[in-house]
């Protein structure tokens, strides 16, 4: 009679250990792998829309909007006819552009990513000076002319939009949480703790690695460490 072989208990005990082994060694680099491509797609995503505020300043007088923009529509709305929407198209949360894909999953959105109800996951420079003394500065939300911008390569117009429980969910343009969606104070810093709705921390402080995704005026996108992201990095005098 043929004999029929099979795995003995302790054959199928090795054989499960070993595949656990190579998960607990694969899992954590398939992660990271990951995390890099997210970070990629957003320094990307940054740089599109540094394009399209590129093509806005050239049509609006080299104005850029800062907050709402100053005419009750905010940079998303206002970029719009720049990122390939067609003609009469207003809904912005099609636009993918507007999203990290490293942004936490916070519920399930109609128009959004899987289980993402943010659609605006950046901040704007709503933050001006008074001169180059000034430590503190105050919120703008006017247009500013490319000009007014001392040293545009070294000023940020955008960042990572913080996901903590106390940041703005930005669901739709009606939002009535819409005007949170700029910085313009200190406590806004990703090195700030402060969780206030108001003065909390709106920059991600660990969106990516350590830090998070800049656009710069010169149209240029960066990551940097959070603590390399000061008050300096958003000065326009």
Known sequence: ???????????????????????????????KAREQVQATICLNNLKQIGMAANLYSEENNTYVPRGTGGSGRTWF???????G???GETDYRRVDLYRCPGFPKTGLGLYDVPNSRQTVCFVINGWTFNDRNDKTGHEISKPTKLSEFKVPMATAYMADNEAGDWRAIIEEETSPEIHRCDLFNPGHLPTSDSKDITRGRRIACDRHRDGCNLLFLDWHAEYRDAEDITVNTWRDK
Do not use: D, K, Q
Request: charged share 10%; aromatic share 8%; hydrophobic share 70%.
């Open 1 to 31: 009679m043929r004999r029929i072989r099979a795995f003995t208990l302790i054959e199928l005990l090795v054989v499960i250990a070993i595949i656990g082994i190579l998960l607990a060694i694969m899992v954590p680099a398939l992660n």
């Open 77 to 83: 709305m206002l970029f719009l006819p720049y990122v």
């Open 85 to 87: 929407h067609t003609s």
